[in-house]
């Protein structure tokens, strides 16, 4: 039936269609029909229609989704049209104020639309669209529900005014938004805020369901106001934690009065959960506000003001119980130190009680490690700057770091221990397979546990002693139950991580000789204990200890391996050479003295060497584990991007060995069999990046050397050329390819000069290149064969470093476009 003679009845069936039918045919013809409506003349009528006439919410729903879509057209209605639909959406909400709150919503967000998008427009010298928040007012004088109503306006509106349509000139955008600002954001926060002082002056019926709805939608409001984006900066909002709010200097009055914090904190404490976590989210963003809005007395008043609601919400943490809440309140705590200064803190007169405050609720928010884990992260924000401040503090006002920090620091290391037997007896899930949260906090906790790094140091060797005795006695063990030993090797593991974590915590905060002699001491027990596992393999392994290994090694290789070394002098090689080192020297030769007693390693080289060991172990015996392999492999990676270090790797015996025995015969993990994943393949690339910046150190011009190095893949790809013209077992020629391309691809990346380059270029042309080109036409429609060989060709096609640049007799240029102009035509054909 055409549209114009759509009855009332099949508008709704559209509707059910659309919004809760599960026939997918029948909700596509639902949304092209959707689609002729909002282009039909008629649309304004049958909207009204619906509104008017429809008995379900999904109708009304569809008659706000419709005049949504017509007002948001690049092509305008005309101005008059536009208010009389704004008006009779005010009118209808106000008329029918218990509609659905899905159906309230929707033609609030048409109400917004109209507004913001007509801003600037004007009719009989009168901006008509400002005119919306006087007609707010007049809701805000009805009922409760009306008082909703007008609240959810305000509030939608200014969401409006902040989100960017990128559809439309961004210039425009900001224009309107800024004019909203200046002309209209301040009044409504304080008519938020007198909403909410109305709120608390008569007692509250927290039992009254539109009393509550009416205060939520309040808050959000405030909450929409605080978050606007005042200068256009468009922050990304993943990084909230580092945000600071640029309120406007017109709103310093509002701000300098005590009575505006205190209604937020009076809020916190008389709401039930679910408002007073608006109340906190709020109280982040009056903490986040710009420091130059004060000057410095005023500044530190309103400081003063902060803490002491921090103070009492910490003397009274019932609240806290709710993880809501909680997550809240470390936002607000981490906001603190990102906008005032330590120096600022210590001078408040609360801050010795309340530092002692967050303290206690730090160390037990760690040892209840179960509770909202997310929240930690903000924790550890605070008390990482906190500490990172006490070089720069000028005051002298005690800060009770000293006193606070390894608290927090033994409290970590205290629960991730004891979390382990909870883990592995209950089942839980394990927050060390959750290596992106374990590294966030472990590179948060490495500053503060280097404050009063004695006491950290003491308690992480008594603990990895004890545990490491623990170790070998159930490994010696006839009668060893499997759970003791996966209790003792998360602890383990844990332990490693942190050792890893303090000793490269050397970086970011000041140390002396006596703290470098430390790290010796737990470096020593943590080699001890690679020697230990590595001893056992294969058959005494754990994947979770070796990936903290690794972090370890990485952790001691950026603290005190290579260019740290050229920082701070040359390095000693024997401990008879301290007497004659220089005193920058010292820090390096007091973290190898005690190494150097218990296991022989005297200086980076040796270090290298040990390095070195545990990368071919690995890349040995681990080749079935792909993320042993692909942390590994990066390790590696790391180590052979410097220039310095790679002087000293290529004289390591173990380097030798790799760079000759490159193949899946001593390296499993470079083997083709269906036992490993094809997505496994993507690490090859990385070792082979690594393995072709060692050839290159002593290369030259040495085609022969390269030809050598090269052997491995010439026998592999020689078997594909054999396997092709013989036609069998193409499903091991195709995984063959994958791990060739990849290969080739990671020595292509690391050949930065034009010989080198051209030493492959000869290699791979003309005998090996057409070989690809055959596999492009044979699997053109299985990406994970097609995608490796096209980033090849990408990659060749890099002129990084001028190696592109072939002499004018070389044909190479034009050889090189031709075959990937083929590829492509081959690919896309």
Known sequence: MALHFQSLAELEVLCTHLYIGTDLTQRIEAEKALLELIDSPECLSKCQLLLEQGTTSYAQLLAATCLSKLVSRVNPLPIEQRIDIRNYILNYVASQPKLAPFVIQALIQVIAKITKLGWFEVQKDQLVFR???????????????????????????????NLVDYSRPSAKHRKIATSFRDTSLKDILVLACSLLKEVLAKPLNLQDQGQQNLVMQVLKLVLSCLSFDFIGSSADESADDLCTVQIPTTWR???????????????????????????????????????????????????????KGVKRILENPQGLSDPGNYHEFCRFLARLKTNYQLGELVMVK????????????????????????????????????????????????????????????????????????????DNLDD???????????????????RCEYEKTCTLLVQLFDQNAQNYQKLLHSATAVNVDMTIQEGRLAWLVYLVGTVVGGRLTYTSTDEHDAMDGELSCRVFQLISLMDAGLPQC????????????????????????????????????????????????????????????????????????????????????????????????????????????????????????????????????????????????????????????????????????????LTVSFETVLQIFNNNFKQEDVKRMLIGLARDLRGIAFALNTKTSYTMLFDWMYPTYLPILQRAIEQWYGEPECTTPILKLMAELMQNRSQRLNFDVSSPNGILLFREASKMICTYAI
């Open 253 to 307: 009055t509002i701000f300098l009065e005590p009575e505006t914090l205190d209604l937020f904190f009076n809020l916190y404490h008389s709401l039930p959960p679910l408002l007073s976590q608006l109340a906190l989210s709020c109280l982040v963003q009056f903490a986040s506000t710009r420091r130059s809005l004060f000057s410095s007395p005023e500044r530190a008043k309103y400081l003063g003001n902060l803490i």
């Open 350 to 425: 609360e801050y010795p009680e309340v530092i002692r405050l967050i303290a206690n609720f730090t160390i037990t928010s760690l040892q209840h490690w179960e509770f909202a884990p997310n929240s930690v992260h903000y924790l550890l924000t605070l008390w990482q700057r906190m500490v990172a401040s006490v070089p720069f503090v000028k005051s002298t006002e005690p800060h009770l770091l000293d006193t606070y920090a390894p608290e927090i620091t033994k409290a970590f290391i205290t629960s991730r221990l004891e979390s382990v037997a909870i883990v592995v007896r």
């Open 541 to 712: 392994s754990n994947e979770k200890i070796e990936l903290a290994v690794l972090w370890f090694l990485d952790q001691f290789r950026k603290t005190y391996v290579g260019d740290q070394l050229q920082r701070t002098s040359k390095v000693v090689r024997l401990r008879s050479d301290v007497s004659r080192v220089p005193e920058k020297a010292w820090k390096i030769v007091k973290v190898y003295a005690r190494m150097s007693e218990v296991l022989g390693i005297t200086d980076d080289n040796h270090v290298l060497e040990t390095f070195m060991t545990k990368i071919v172990t690995n890349l040995k015996y681990w080749g079935r584990c792909e993320p042993v392999i692909s942390r590994t492999l990066q390790f590696l990676n790391d180590l052979s991007v410097g220039y310095i270090l790679l002087k000293k790797l290529v004289k390591i015996d173990a380097v030798k060995f790799m760079l000759k025995n490159h193949t899946s015969e001593h390296f499993p993990f470079l083997g083709i069999s269906d036992s490993y994943s094809v997505s496994d393949f993507r690490c090859r690339t990385t070792f082979y990046t690594a393995l072709t910046r060692l050839l290159m150190v002593d290369l030259g011009e040495d085609e022969d050397e390269f030809e050598n190095f090269m052997l491995p």
């Open 431 to 449: 927050p060390l397979d959750d290596t992106a949260t374990v590294f966030q906090q472990l590179e948060q906790l490495c500053t503060v546990s």
């Open 131 to 161: 005119e919306i928040i006087a007609d707010v007012k007049k809701f805000l004088q009805g009922t409760v529900e009306h008082c909703i109503i007008g609240v959810m306006i305000l509030s939608e509106l200014t969401q409006e005014m």
